[in-house]
C-alpha cells in the first residue's frame, strides 16, 4: 500500500503503459483539421491522451462526445483499428508532469 496517496487521487485502478495502441487519431465536425495523440496509458476501463491546455481541439471535446477515432500499433503505420470512441473525462494536469495539459480519457464500447 503506498501511503503517499490522498484524497485528492482520482486514478484507483492501476494504469499501464499502452501495448496494444500505440497512438489515435480523430477530427470533430468544425475542425479542419485530422488530430494525432499518443496514447499516454491504458487501464481495463479506457485509455488516456494527453491535450495541450492551448490545443484548439480542446474547445471541442466534451465529455460524452462519441467520435470515431483511428487506432494505430506504431507512429506512421496504417491504422489496425477504427472504432467509434467516448470521451469519458477531461482532467486538468497536475503540477508537475501533466502541468499544462489535460487528460482526456476515452473509451472504446466492449466487443
Avoid at 47 to 61: G, Q
Amino acid at each position: 500500500m503506498n501511503e503517499n496517496n490522498t484524497d485528492a487521487e482520482r486514478r484507483i485502478e492501476s494504469r499501464i503503459l499502452p501495448d496494444e495502441y500505440h497512438s489515435v487519431q480523430f477530427t470533430k465536425r468544425g475542425l479542419d483539421i485530422t488530430y494525432q495523440f499518443k496514447i499516454w496509458n491504458i487501464s481495463t476501463k479506457g485509455m488516456c491522451i494527453l491535450v495541450r491546455h492551448d490545443s484548439d481541439v480542446l474547445s471541442h471535446l466534451k465529455v460524452g462526445d462519441i467520435l470515431d477515432m483511428k487506432y494505430y500499433l506504431e507512429a506512421g503505420k496504417s491504422p489496425v483499428d477504427e472504432s467509434r470512441t467516448e470521451i469519458i473525462h477531461i482532467t486538468k494536469g497536475e503540477p508537475g508532469q501533466f502541468e499544462g495539459h489535460y487528460m482526456v480519457g476515452l473509451s472504446k464500447p466492449g466487443p
